[in-house]
């Protein structure tokens, strides 16, 4: 079994950045991949930014391109979402997913890629 533990959300104005954390541990995946996806109140889930384990981008929504970035710490099994610029329609929760790299990079973008989804961790940004 993975565990995933995220953190780093919280509540921030606009303008201002974020980091969010998720680290897996367990009987993790030496070839992996993660994705971040957010769900704000009344929408569906959104698919965010990916990275796979050799540092393979999924790439980014078009409404956090420039904004947001992602990077992984493989000795740490950890990735990061640095969130900057934050806006208001950035407020959701913000969900971490991990599973073995899919044969292709183009499926990153899809939650059915995933096999173990943290608990999320609400982002909050006020006008």
């Known amino acids: 079994q993975v565990q995933l533990a995220e953190s780093g959300g919280g509540l921030v104005q606009a303008g201002g950045s974020l980091r969010l954390s998720c680290a897996a541990s367990g009987r993790t995946f030496s070839n992996y991949a993660m994705g971040w996806f957010r769900q704000a109140p009344g929408k569906e889930r959104q698919f965010v930014t990916a990275i796979t384990w050799n540092g393979i981008s999924g790439g980014y929504a078009d409404s956090v391109k420039g904004r947001f970035t992602v990077s992984r710490d493989n000795a740490k099994n950890t990735v990061y979402l640095q969130m900057n610029s934050l806006k208001p329609e950035d407020t959701a929760v913000y969900y971490c997913?991990?599973?073995?790299?899919?044969?292709?990079?183009?499926?990153?973008?899809?939650?059915?890629?995933?096999?173990?989804w943290g608990q999320g961790t609400q982002v909050t940004v006020s006008s």
């Open positions: 997913a991990y599973g073995p790299s899919p044969l292709y990079y183009s499926m990153l973008v899809s939650s059915r890629s995933y096999v173990h």
